[in-house]
């Protein structure tokens, strides 16, 4: 079992989209931080709670290993990793919290202008290009396609004009990146937005007080907002 500690660690996006907004948002929380110098840990100072910079995509892997208490990240994300541990055998370990009101995105199947689309047995033979393997493969066994799944880390609306693909699946915010690339969205395989996320289990020492807390303040201040 973990060890007890006495100070919560919350991660956040370094760099990003929810970067801003995730700080402001505890900010408004009442936290505050001592500025670290390389900025990747950012040590509380009104409460004892502090701050880890990161990518978003290790934040449930942070929370997975009790490495982090919370963490802010888009539901694509932690619905991905989420995925991706059900497809291997493994239990959930962490959740989502709750839900910001910022960083609205849909995941969505985007095809070339060009195609007329007719529905989901149209994806049949089709290579589709994603940062989200698990999520589309789940999507696609439940609507019985037999489609091919192309991973990529970035640059997937590229994957079509480059042939490694015929139509990807990604997300979508304004819409600009798709209208960039000639592609049009299609089918939407996920709502999503930033929310807090925590483990499955709460840590049953100093920090659960704290959790409890920090819920109780998010809670007012996103109501406030919304
Ligand atoms: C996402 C997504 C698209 C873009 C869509 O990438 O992968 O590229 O945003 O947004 P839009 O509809 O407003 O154009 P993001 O910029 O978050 O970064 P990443 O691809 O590097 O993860
Ligand atoms: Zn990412
Ligand atoms: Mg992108």
Known sequence: TAPARDRLRIAIQKNGRLAEPARSLLTACGLS???SRDKLFCYGESLPVDL?????DDIPGL???GVCDFGIVGRNELDEQGAARRRIGLPDAYQALRG????????????????EWSGVEQLAGKRIATSYPAILADWLAARGVDAQVVELSGSVEIAPRLGTADLICDLVSSGATLAAN?????????ESEAVLA???KTPDD???GLMAMLLRRLDGVVKVRD
């Open 100 to 115: 910001l009101n910022f960083g609205q995105c849909r995941l969505m199947l985007a095809v070339p202008e060009e195609w």
């Open 63 to 65: 929370i997975a290993d």
């Open 206 to 208: 100093a920090r659960a």
């Open 198 to 200: 925590g483990p499955v």
């Open 33 to 35: 931080w001592r500025q």
């Open 182 to 190: 000639q592609l049009k969205p299609v089918e939407t395989l996920l």
């Open 52 to 56: 880890l910079l990161v990518r978003d």
